[in-house]
T-cell receptor, first 117, second 112 residues
Framework: GAVVSQHPSWVICKSGTSVKIECRSL??????MFWYRQFPKQSLMLMAT?????????EQGVEKDKFLINHASLTLSTLTVTSAHPEDSSFYIC?????????????FGPGTRLTVT | SQQGEEDPQALSIQEGENATMNCSYK?????LQWYRQNSGRGLVHLIL?????REKHSGRLRVTLDTSKKSSSLLITASRAADTASYFC????????????FGRGTQLTVWP
């Protein structure tokens, strides 16, 4: 099946700094990617839809100025957590749709664990 | 916001037993999907059932869907220790745009 990678797999940063997380589709082109966050022992919460060549669509309650999303190419979307605070510590997961497959087919990256100290 | 609820939130069984997890949702759907997540890892797609289907099988997995009750169940037969993971249902709330909304999940522990 299609593969989605994330980098880094984990990152520790100081409060107030910004962190960039990359999501790549390795063997297919993804016009749409999705970003989720997951707190310990909780479910995944959709943050935003990343659209190649246009602005991301954010879910209600997600601060677009804090979580900057850039879908620079058909294989790369980045999530930048700006001015990170300890409450931003979470597991961030991306997914991507393979347009050549089923319209419902989605592939998930392995996740990035962010710890803000 | 969360789409729905899974129950039980935690399930502990012995190898060889069957595990049943339930999921409820609130809005109309085109399909419902089940995913598995090992601790600290990404998600693996298990099975998708369309809104016009009532039951679907894949290996040791059996999924049912009752759209009148807005609920689904995932049955894992003859469970193995390797099935230990969190299981989530997800729906697209009737959209074709690909956004998925996940339930709270069931943590399944299978003891050898």
């Amino acid at each position: 099946g299609a593969v989605v990678s994330q980098h880094p797999s984990w990152v520790i940063c100081k409060s107030g700094t910004s962190v960039k997380i990359e999501c790549r589709s390795l063997d297919f082109q993804a016009t749409t990617m999705f970003w989720y966050r997951q707190f310990p022992k909780q479910s995944l919460m959709l943050m935003a839809t990343s659209n190649e060549g246009s602005k991301a669509t954010y879910e209600q309650g997600v601060e677009k100025d804090k979580f900057l999303i850039n879908h620079a190419s058909l294989t790369l979307s980045t999530l930048t957590v700006t001015s990170a605070h300890p409450e931003d510590s979470s597991f961030y997961i991306c997914s991507a749709r393979d347009p050549s497959g089923s319209s419902y087919e989605q592939y998930f990256g392995p996740g990035t664990r962010l710890t803000v100290t | 916001s969360q789409q729905g609820e899974e129950d039980p939130q935690a399930l502990s069984i012995q190898e060889g037993e069957n595990a049943t997890m339930n999921c409820s949702y609130k809005t109309s759907i085109n399909n419902l999907q089940w995913y598995r997540q090992n601790s600290g890892r990404g998600l693996v797609h298990l099975i998708l059932i369309r809104s016009n289907e009532r039951e679907k099988h894949s290996g040791r997995l059996r999924v049912t869907l009752d759209t009148s009750k807005k609920s689904s169940s995932l049955l894992i037969t003859a469970s193995r220790a390797a099935d230990t993971a969190s299981y989530f249902c997800a729906t697209n709330r009737g959209s074709t745009l690909g956004r998925l909304y996940f339930g709270r999940g069931t943590q399944l522990t299978v003891w050898p």
